[in-house]
């Protein structure tokens, strides 16, 4: 199985329920009796609207199509004290991981963290009702349905990856993602090729984890430059994040200000997600032809920036690293 997924990762919907069908005012005439019986039956309730996770459903794209959503109304009632029929609920699928707010209260209504996951957000409106329950005789006395419940909400897809992959614009992350999975992202030689987040699943034997490739973040993207804030809550659910480095030019205070331009955009966004694990990945190396001056460039780095957690040297063309990274990576996932 491979998600590869161009996605709207926030999309604002209006919702409205079903209304309730009208009171029927109808009556029967009986031989035996001079005046008329009242037998109008009673509407039927208006359709509900239900969300629900699906694992099918990887995107908030369709909510960037259709943006409006109105269950069935109940129909009315008729003579002989037939009810109407009830609306039709409905579902709506979202994807695993959605977090959905009431845009008016700005309260939670749910966060879709597990498949099957179902919950009520608007209620069809209760039925008119009829004339034979009521014993009115007036013709013009119709007791109508109640509208159904109306609102907008805010849908924010919380990526379920278990690792994310960040760095700088055209660092060689969409290389990495397509090389240790079958995910298709865009590839080329300028910056700011991948617009939006895309998923890849990485297949070990019978073991397999999900990785997202983040679009290069850029300096300020905390505060809101670029795709900013909308790519850094991308990393909110990620168990690891792995930060790719371009090596490509051997020039250490270029490699320095990368990792500390994307410290300290996480950090600026979220002191949480700044402490998660983060590995980082010296990219490239198929690049560099004299490989001792390599090793000693890395490792005096490294010191240089007392980095305490795991580090690798890869390249994702020529898938030098590779396989020993996403082993670790398994592994690492497993006890954690």
């Known amino acids: 199985m491979n998600i590869n997924t161009n996605f709207i990762d926030e999309a604002i919907i209006s919702i409205k329920a079903g209304t309730g069908g009208n009171g029927s005012v109808a009556f029967r005439k009986e031989n035996a009796i001079h005046y008329k019986i009242p037998d109008g039956g009673d509407g039927g309730n208006g359709g509900d609207v239900w969300l629900y996770s699906d694992k099918a459903i990887n995107t908030l794209l369709c909510f960037k199509l259709k943006r409006i959503y109105i269950a069935e109304s109940g129909t009315n009632g008729k003579r002989n004290s037939c009810s109407g029929k009830k609306g039709k609920d409905m579902l709506i699928k979202t994807p695993l991981g959605t977090r959905v707010t009431d845009i008016k209260t700005n309260l939670l209504i749910i966060d879709m963290s597990f498949v099957g996951q179902k919950v009520l957000v608007a209620k069809g409106g209760l039925h008119g009702i009829g004339n034979s329950k009521t014993k009115t005789t007036n013709k013009l006395q119709k007791n109508k349905g109640i509208p159904g ?41 300028y910056s700011f090729t991948t617009a939006f987040p895309v998923l890849g699943v990485v297949q070990l034997y019978n073991n397999r984890f999900i990785i997202a490739d983040i679009p290069g973040l850029i300096e300020d993207a905390s505060n809101g430059i670029g795709l ?7 990393l909110d659910r990620c168990s690891l994040l792995l930060h790719i480095v371009d090596l490509k030019h051997m020039n250490e205070s270029l490699i320095y200000k990368a990792i500390k331009t994307i410290n300290n955009e996480l950090y600026q966004y979220n002191s949480l997600t700044s402490k998660k694990h983060c590995w980082l990945v010296f990219n490239k190396v198929d690049k560099i032809t004299d490989k001792a001056f390599l090793i000693r460039l890395v490792d005096r780095f490294i010191r240089r920036i007392e980095w305490k957690s795991k580090y690798y040297i890869a390249s994702s063309i020529n898938h030098i690293g590779i396989k020993k990274l996403c082993y670790d990576i398994l592994y690492y996932l497993s006890m954690h």
């Open 149 to 189: 419940e109306t609102c907008d909400i805010h849908m924010e897809l919380m990526l379920t990856a278990d690792v994310g992959i960040l760095g700088l614009p055209n660092a060689g992350k969409s290389t990495f993602i397509n090389s240790v999975s079958k995910a298709k992202s865009k590839v080329a030689s």
């Open 228 to 234: 900013g804030i909308r790519l850094l809550k991308q």
